[in-house]
Structures are given as C-alpha cells and as structure tokens.
C-alpha cells in the first residue's frame, strides 16, 4: 500500500507542477497523469464514486473568478483537472490527514491550501487583483472550512462503499 500512496503522492505533484506551469497547453498531459492516477489505482470503484467532490472546489474557484479575487488570462481548464486530481488525493495519499485532530486538520488546510494558491501566483498562473494579503487571507480561510469537509466527505463516500 505504501508504493501505492507515494506513486499517486509524486503523481499528483507532478500533474500539479505541470498544469500550474503550462496550463492549458499541457492539459492532455495532465489528464494523462489523472488516468494513470486511477488506472492504478487499488480503488477503482470507490475513485469514481468520489470524483463528483472536485465540483465543490470547482464550483469555489469560479465563484472566486466571478467576484475578482482571481484572474485567468485564458479558461482555466487545467485547474479544473487539478480538481480531480485533488479529490482522488484525499482518499489515498492525504489520508494520513484524517489522524489529525480537527483543530490541526483547520491550520493544515488554511496554511496549504491557500499556499497552493499563492504558489500558483508565482508562477505567473492566477493573477490576484486584490494583491497576496488579501488573497491569501481570504483563501486560508476558505480552505481551512474546505479540508475538513472534504476529508469528511471522502471517509463518508469509502466508509459507505466499503
């Protein structure tokens, strides 16, 4: 199992690096790293079943362009894949999460998920008009909400599967 969760770790990591450097232009590989993420994965059946998740983070960032906190020069199709990408994570390499105590599981998903983000500020992918604070401030706050409900989820979705 331990091979399992760092092969879908770097996975993941790597699809993340690629589609927040190339974007769009490198969606088909992307998806390609998503499906070789699923294709090997132990839990097929239970994967698709969680899929459906990712419209929660989806449905938050379009949200997040359509009040201007964020700015694409182009659709952002990629971070839509990230999505996906993201949603099979926490069940399988993020699962570890689930040990910690709600408090802790806040800070975690406040500091890494809004630091994802600002990451992808850097590299030039989102522009933030509201500028690094505020952004930020805003997306720590979203995302310590967003990680303790995803999780929940997921363990719901594989506790009823199984």
């Not at 199992?1 to 879908?8: G, K, R, Y």
């Not at 993420?37 to 239970?46: A, E, G, N, R």
């Not at 990712?54 to 971070?79: H, K, R, S």
């Not at 990408?85 to 040990?99: P, R, T, V």
């Amino acid at each position: 199992m331990l091979p399992w969760l760092v092969s879908q770790f770097l996975l993941f990591k790597a699809m993340w690096l690629i589609l927040v450097i190339g974007q769009n232009e490198y969606l088909w590989l992307g998806a390609a790293l998503l499906a070789l993420q699923v294709i090997i994965s132990p839990s097929k059946k239970v994967d698709f079943m969680i899929m459906p998740m990712a419209m929660v983070g989806i449905v938050i960032d379009v949200i997040l362009i359509f009040i201007g906190l964020f700015i694409f020069e182009q659709t952002p199709y990629w971070l839509f894949l990230l999505w996906a990408g993201f949603a099979l994570s926490i069940g399988h390499s993020l699962q570890i999460l689930n040990k910690l105590p709600t408090a802790w599981l806040v800070i975690v998903g406040g500091l890494a998920g809004s630091g994802s983000y600002m990451t992808g500020w850097h590299f030039e992918a989102v522009q933030l008009p509201y500028g690094p604070a505020i952004s930020s401030a805003v997306l720590f706050a979203i995302w310590a909400l967003l990680l303790p409900f995803l999780m929940f989820i997921d363990q719901k979705v594989r506790n009823l599967a199984c």
